[in-house]
């Protein structure tokens, strides 16, 4: 997924070369979610490293212009970094006002899903009750689609994904991307919540 630090040169919006490149990685998301040759754990992991990049660019967007030495010292992939963790970006984000409510505890039910994946040799399957107990509680599907469609922002729809857990959380992850890219691209609801 997207890694390349030229992208924190440019605060406030996202770049234009970028743009097609997050796109892109969304429908290799979404490809890997409607097929069979990855299984739940590689999905699981890569969707979320895919939303990471995304929420990267939502508080880039967010944040006053630095250098580049700044941003990579705040948001390296490395964990002993501020902004290094999935975690403490989602937290970010509810700190600068990019999420809250719904989307904000969907975004820290996605961490704990990928978690289980990563850190849990027998965790295998959207289907294991220690995944699904975090799936019956997304519940960003609704909340995302009602705020695109109120600010028409054109979102993957949802028949592209099957109703199975796999499909569930696949479906979560690309509306919870395209919300956050779409407030990238726009900056939509500067000083109010992106997506709640």
């Known amino acids: 997924m997207t890694n390349d630090y030229d992208i924190f040169a440019a605060p406030r919006s996202l770049s234009p070369e970028l743009r097609p490149k997050l796109e892109a990685e969304m429908s290799q998301v979404v490809a890997m979610a409607r097929g069979t040759s990855e299984d739940d754990r590689t999905l699981a992991i890569v969707a979320t490293a895919f939303l990471d990049s995304v929420l990267t660019q939502a508080i880039i967007v967010r ?10 010292t705040l948001l390296s992939p490395d964990t002993n970094t501020p902004l290094g963790t999935y975690t403490s970006k989602v937290h970010m984000a509810r700190a600068l006002h990019i999420v809250e409510g719904i989307a904000y505890e969907d975004l820290l039910l996605v961490g704990k899903i990928r978690n289980k994946f990563a850190h849990i040799v027998g965790v295998t399957s959207f289907d294991n009750e220690a995944v699904t107990k975090y799936l019956r509680r997304l519940k960003s599907q609704t909340s995302v689609m009602a705020w695109a469609k109120e600010n028409a922002i054109p979102l993957y729809d949802p028949q592209q994904f099957d109703t199975s857990s796999r499909g569930r959380f696949a479906y979560s992850v690309v509306k919870l991307s395209s919300g956050l890219l ?4 726009t900056d939509a609801g500067f000083g109010a919540a992106c997506l709640m």
């Not at 944040?63 to 990579?72: A, E, G, I, N």
């Not at 779409?182 to 691209?185: E, R, T």
């Open 63 to 72: 944040l006053p212009v630095w250098d580049d030495k700044v941003w990579k």
């Open 182 to 185: 779409s407030c990238s691209i």
